[in-house]
């Protein structure tokens, strides 16, 4: 049995579940969640999608990005459940961050980049394994030309920037760096080869 102060002291060291099933220490419950949105995000959909739904609703945490992309849904899934659970996220590209991604990464409320960073802006590609009808082609021609505008004047506000420039980056497609995107004002630069004391400025806010 624990009596007193000893049993305050029990309770707050007591350890609570965070992202993946960790363990952590009470006592550090103010520290940013972490998670690494990486590889293809169309196979990590499901696992992706439950992680930030066991998180708390107004939390901070940190998104780590080194993704190719995927599946322009599934990007969008993740943008929105960051804006609807009301999430403080703050995303670091540390590798590629492309196509798909991009949409939870804008969703993000700050946003950081290397210098060594890249990510990828494209037009929407469709693509099926399946043998299609005529009639079914030209309909997801259709849905995915509207789609596509939609998304674009959706990547442009969250960011933000000017669609004009998000034009000259997605038509026909261009590779921009850490720097670019930070001079257009939409992310921050950090150089974590030079600067041990980036992880302060990142888990600042």
Not at 81 to 106: Q, W, Y
Not at 124 to 138: F, I, P
Request: glycine letters at 8%; a neutral charge.
């Amino acid at each position: 049995m624990v009596m007193g102060k000893e049993r305050n002291k029990a309770r707050r060291i007591t350890a609570a579940p965070s992202v993946g099933g960790q363990l952590r220490d009470r006592r550090d419950e103010r520290a940013p969640w972490q998670l690494a949105l990486c590889g293809d995000l169309t196979d990590r959909q499901a696992d992706l999608i439950g992680q930030l739904t066991e998180v708390a609703p107004h939390s901070r945490g940190i998104l780590y990005f080194d993704s190719c992309g995927g599946s322009v849904y599934t990007g969008l899934a993740l943008a929105t459940l960051i804006r609807t659970r009301g999430l403080k996220t703050t995303g670091v590209v540390i590798g590629e961050c492309s196509s798909a991604a991009l949409l939870p990464f804008a969703a993000c409320s700050r946003r950081f980049v290397t210098h060594q960073s890249t990510l990828l802006f494209h037009p929407m590609r469709w693509q099926s394994e399946e043998d299609v009808r005529l009639e079914e082609a030209t309909e997801w021609a259709r849905h995915f030309q509207q789609l596509e505008s939609r998304l674009d004047d959706l990547l442009a506000r969250m960011l933000p920037l000017p669609p004009e420039t998000l034009k000259l980056w997605t038509r026909p497609g261009r590779f921009v760096t850490g720097p670019e995107l930070a001079e257009s004002g939409t992310a921050s630069l950090f150089d974590p080869f030079d600067n041990f004391d980036s992880w302060k400025t990142i888990r600042a806010g």
